[in-house]
Nanobody, 123 residues
Framework: QVQLVESGGGLVQAGGSLRLSCAAS????????MGWFRQAPGKEREFVAT????????RYADSVKGRFTISRDNARNTVYLQMNSLKPEDTAGYYC????????????????WGQGTQVAVSS
């Protein structure tokens, strides 16, 4: 079992930066691929980024490639999402998830989810 708690959301102006954190509890964190997803009001949940259990491989949605960076610290059981050059369209609830599928962009492949942290980007 893995429990996930996100933090770091907030209100930022367009062009600004935020770093989201996801703290995990449970023994399987270091063996889990971790993903970030987001969901804006009235829209479906969408994939943002994922990182392999080792941290050596990553994958990004085209909409965030070059602006967002996912990383993890297995010693601290934490995964991060550094978000730069934020745009109003990045406004959403951001959720981290843990799963066993390699670099999956499909939310159905993730077994555990956090409660989310809100990000709002003003123009």
């Amino acid at each position: 079992q893995v429990q996930l708690v996100e933090s770091g959301g907030g209100l930022v102006q367009a062009g600004g930066s935020l770093r989201l954190s996801c703290a995990a509890s449970g023994r399987t964190f270091s063996r889990s691929d971790m993903g970030w997803f987001r969901q804006a009001p009235g829209k479906e949940r969408e994939f943002v980024a994922t990182i392999s259990a080792s941290g050596r491989s990553t994958r990004y949605a085209d909409s965030v490639k070059g602006r967002f960076t996912i990383s993890r610290d297995n010693a601290r059981n934490t995964v991060y999402l550094q978000m730069n050059s934020l745009k109003p369209e990045d406004t959403a609830g951001y959720y981290c998830a843990a799963g066993s599928y390699y670099l999956s962009s499909n939310g159905k492949d993730y077994d555990y989810w956090g409660q989310g942290t809100q990000v709002a980007v003003s123009s």
